[in-house]
């Protein structure tokens, strides 16, 4: 059994990394979609799953982007909202738009974040709960669990709202919502053999 991690070996660091490599690339692309991705990049690991509720019309769509300080015109957000809202509903579906927005990942690393999901999936029901983590590690190292200000339920479930959508946090982690959350820690990485380096290493593959 090993301590539980909350944060990613490096995240700081490679969000730092990041959000540089991605200031530096919005000035040369002209794709919408490709701008606001490059934008939630700048903002760190977290930026690209915090935009909002399950369905989003044009009006939600627009708040929500200035709520996270997106700097698109008016113009640019039709644009990418007429991209994301397929059937011409007038509503775009926020899953949906985070998988398209979700910087594209090589299969390697698809794998081995499924591995790290298998892992923790004790049950192999497709979602880690607290049940699955009882198994797999050990709450007693954690600092907040050691000074009496959590119970081991308490570090586990921190642990998984880490992973867990924002407007859906529910204790429950999809494999969905696992992605979306390597996707954004990935972006950050630009080599697959460091990626795969990384995650053997936090998860014990």
């Known amino acids: ?22 200031k530096r690339n919005l000035s040369k692309t002209t794709d919408p979609v490709e701008r606001l991705r490059l934008q939630c990049l700048a903002r760190g690991s977290a930026g690209i799953k915090g935009l909002g509720s399950r369905t989003l019309d044009f009006k939600e769509f627009v708040k929500g982007l200035n709520d996270y300080a997106m700097m698109i015109d008016k113009e640019e957000a039709q644009e ?8 011409g509903s007038g509503t775009i579906d926020f899953d949906e738009f985070l998988v398209t927005l979700r910087p594209p990942m090589s299969k390697a690393r698809k794998e081995i ?4 999901f298998r892992k923790l999936d004790k049950t192999g029901d497709g979602v880690i709960t607290i049940e699955d983590l009882r198994g797999v590690y050990n ?29 859906d946090k529910d204790g429950k982690v999809t494999t969905e919502e696992f992605m979306n959350y390597y996707a954004g820690v990935s972006a950050s990485i630009d080599t697959d053999v460091y990626f795969i380096i990384m995650m053997k290493n936090a998860w014990k593959l």
Do not use: C
């Open 139 to 167: 709450a007693k190292h954690h600092p907040k669990y050691q000074n009496g200000d959590w119970t081991e339920d308490q570090v586990f479930r921190a642990f998984l709202d880490n992973f867990d959508s924002p407007y």
């Open 80 to 87: 990418i909202f007429r991209i994301f809202d397929k059937d």
């Open 113 to 116: 974040i499924m591995q790290a």
């Open 1 to 22: 059994m090993s301590a539980l991690v909350f944060q990613m070996p490096g995240t700081a660091r490679h969000d730092r990394e990041m959000a540089i490599q991605a």
